[in-house]
């Protein structure tokens, strides 16, 4: 399975890592392990969340004393820079680490190949491109938005297998099967935001809170992510629907600079929900200005679930990172019903967005394809 016992170590720090999903962001997901001067596993660890102990810190202060003259492994760069945390290239050289091999660079502008340089400089052995692409894809998100500025889109819908989300009528409880269901629970947890229409909104009146999954030892409660809304015009009245109770997580909406109810929106600023207002197309909210706004406010990562309209649009404008499909093994067979991409006529395949599949996975009777733009 590995070409060396460096890829199984690192491996190791992957699976390590993955623990602190959903907790960690805007930070990225690192996990450790120490070996002593003879080679033996003496203690690993991982990053728990935004403002804790760096996984590195973690695994040096299990190993104590035993860490002098041995070996430390750690799916990305160590950092060298102070946050709200140390540098954990200080921890590094007080513990007495002889060697650090590490799966990839960091693409921090603040770490990128200055922890490495850092523990060099102090005659620490550093090592690294062991299982590079698994260390990346584990990181895409803070990847991306470290590199572009930009948070990373992720769209998600449920369809039947000829691509309907809803019937005729406006029904969609349920395409899909509970497990399904849960799974998008899961993913949910893993963004820093969900981003929703006021149209799906209105017909659902949905929480889009996370649900159904286990919090992650040591914690109270699972961190939640942000809720957005896309309402043009603020037709919503906040009042009225359980999204704008915002005991459970806070709600944002973003709305027309050019025109929207007043009265709502003021509503809604005394509920402590915070409105934006943002450029409207014409035909519609300026998506890029509203996509720029949550970067500005600290968002990595967004989870959109909403009708075919809106996706096609996100789709179209070149602003979806990712897609989750989830298929039922049902077939509406009805050009009434609604479909899960829409709006846009394409007149020949040349102009059909297309895609690169990343996994297929069956759950139970449903079909999750997770696939990115090509």
């Not at 805007?26 to 003879?38: I, K, Q, R, T, Y």
């Not at 102090?122 to 692409?133: A, K, M, P, Q, T």
């Not at 009265?263 to 005394?270: D, P, V």
């Not at 789709?315 to 077939?331: D, G, H, R, S, T």
Request: one cysteine or more; hydrophobic letters at 35%.
């Amino acid at each position: 399975m590995f070409n060396s016992i460096h890829e199984h170590y690192i491996h190791r720090c992957i699976t390590l890592a993955e623990q602190g999903r959903g907790m960690v962001s805007p930070n990225p997901l690192v996990g450790a392990v120490v070996l002593d001067a003879s080679g033996k596993k003496i203690a690993e660890g991982y990053h728990p969340v935004s403002g804790g102990p760096h996984a590195e810190v973690v695994a040096l202060e299990k190993a104590g004393k035993k860490a002098k003259g041995g070996t430390l492994y750690v799916n990305l760069e160590p950092c060298n820079h102070q946050g709200k945390t140390g540098p954990c290239t200080e921890a590094i050289i007080q513990a007495g680490v002889e060697q650090v091999y590490c799966g990839t660079l960091d693409p921090n502008p603040e770490v990128a190949g200055r922890g490495r340089d850092k523990l060099q400089n102090s005659r620490i052995s550093v090592r690294y491109g062991y299982l590079e692409d698994e260390c990346a894809a584990l990181n895409e998100t803070f990847f991306h938005n470290i590199t572009t500025g930009s948070p990373f889109v992720s769209l998600k819908l449920a369809m039947t297998l000829d691509g309907k989300i809803a019937a005729r009528g406006g029904q969609s409880k349920w395409i899909t099967s509970e497990i399904s269901r849960q799974a998008v629970h899961y993913h949910r947890s893993r963004h820093d935001a969900i981003l929703t229409s006021a149209q799906t909104v209105a017909h659902d009146n949905p929480e889009l809170t996370v649900r159904e999954i286990d919090v992650p030892d040591g914690f109270a409660d699972r961190k939640m992510p942000t809720r957005v809304i896309l309402d043009r015009t603020f037709r919503l009245n906040p009042e009225q629907y359980q999204i704008f109770n915002t005991q459970i997580v806070p709600t944002w909406v973003f709305t027309s600079a050019v025109r929207h109810n007043q009265q709502h929106s003021a509503r809604a600023r005394a509920m402590g929900i915070e409105v934006f207002e943002v450029d409207d197309t014409g035909i519609g909210l300026d998506l890029q200005a509203v996509v720029d706004q949550l970067g500005e406010m600290g968002v990595t990562s967004i989870w959109i679930e909403t009708g075919g309209r809106l996706a096609t649009q996100f789709l179209k404008q070149e602003l979806v990172n990712k897609l989750f499909l989830f298929y039922a093994p049902k077939i509406l067979s009805d050009t009434g019903a609604r479909a899960g991409f829409s709006g846009v006529a394409p007149f020949s395949l040349d102009e059909a967005t297309p895609l690169r599949i990343q996994t297929t996975q069956q759950l139970e009777k449903d079909l999750l394809v997770v696939a990115y733009p090509a």
